[in-house]
């Protein structure tokens, strides 16, 4: 049989995995050496291979198996390695590959008369088929699409976030080594490395999911892997209002915000949907503007022509090469950008990208940390701080002012719903604080019996917000007048409710 090695020198064999080349040798001949030091097991990344077929998903949040299942899947594993020739193995296409490793297992049970139902045993060859090609017992995850984060924490740890919540999996790797072989695959694969010289690494899966690894000495009890998965269809504003997130109003005030160039921030909590919002924002960007985005991780999906994706790159094994947020914004104004979209504001840049907004870049938009949109006004004045600009505080203040029209806050809640729950205008000073006056805002009015939220947004009866002459400019005050008084909601006695949170 073409992949098998029968009667090659032993010698050969011990080679072969060794060899750069062949994407799935070194894992391979990593899971059996969980002994060898943390440099020779990150040493040959391997390169990418192209994605195996993923199994159906699989009940894992139930899934645990037992010590025996372990023991039986590590004999044949270790009868696996020495029965096939991984050569030529890493030569045949995924699924080739797969069906060869599939013939070898069944045989290599029945040789050793290993007493198995059918079911486990299909279990059995798809774990082993996912350990020699793919990225081993997160397979099952990666494959399913309800998934927004995978977050392994050591060997036998790993939880997930499905529907907002977050939740214990069965999922566990045989060690942390393992683990770590793992991770140092997804990494290799975008030419970086993880290991205890340099513990800390981003990086993408070849289907754009954004990878986060934390190894020890600097993660505690093993490996640390976050995986925001990419999301084929990634939810546009219909999506966010049948899910509830805003109503169809807010969602015609968020659009025309996208398109009459209000330079928008949009702040929120991790994971709370800000990278979600500014793409679905960008949806309304004119298919004649000249885009250039910048992230640290390339996740926002631009459908317009004319866009040029930048992503930051960080420093080599020597300390050297990083391009960091700022270089990439400063060299954007020299594009002749006509909008600046910054994946993630966290730093010093925030300076740039505000003076990018000040000088003729509108509807120039971010998002950042921070909890309510009065923080992250905040968050802004402290990342400008940070750059080590000395300048007075009412400057600053000021130029926040001169810069930012609207901020829209995105909030996960603690029933893991995700809403917008402000949408808020940058009006002005008053002495030295910044006035922001709220256009559409989430009240949470109350719980049901299984523990959702109630609420509802409302307009604040604001009739003409201070963008009013751009929507006027781009034709758009009828619609804009007209979502703003549809949100408007009474109290019990008919009057509007008005703004009370000012
Ligand atoms: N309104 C929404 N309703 C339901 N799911 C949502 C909503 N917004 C975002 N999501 C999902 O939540 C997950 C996190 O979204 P997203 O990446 O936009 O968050 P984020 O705030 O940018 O996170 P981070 O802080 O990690 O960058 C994704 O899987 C996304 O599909
Ligand atoms: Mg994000």
Redesign the pocket.
Known sequence: MFGRRSNEPQTERRVTPARPAEPQTTVVAETRAPAAPPRAAAAPPPPPSPPPKRPDPAPETQRRHSEEYYDVKSTVFNALIDTIDLTQLSKLDAVAAREEIRDIVSEIIQIKNVVMSIAEQEELLEDICNDVLGYGPLEPLLARDDI??IMVNGANTTFIEVG?KVQKTGVRFADNQQLMNICQRIVSQVGRRVDESSPICDARLPDGSRVNVIAPPLAIDGPALTI??F?KDR?KLEQ?VK?G?ITPEAKTILEIIGRVRCNVIIS??????????LNCLTGSIDHDERIITCEDSA?LQLQQPHVVRLETRPPNLEGEGEIKMRDLIKNCLRMRPERIIVG?VRGPEAFDLLQAMNTGHDGSMG?L?ANSPREALSRLESMIMMGGYALPIKTIREMICGSIDVIIQ?SRLRDG??KITHVTEVLGMEEDTITLQNLVVYDITGEDAHGKLLGRHRSTGIVRPRFWERAEYYNETERLANALVRSEVADEQGNPLGDRNG
């Open positions: 927004a984060d907002g925001r998965k999301k939810l966010l899910f997130s929120g909590g991790t994971g709370s949907g800000k990278t979600t919002l996740e993630e998002t940390h995105a719903s995700r």
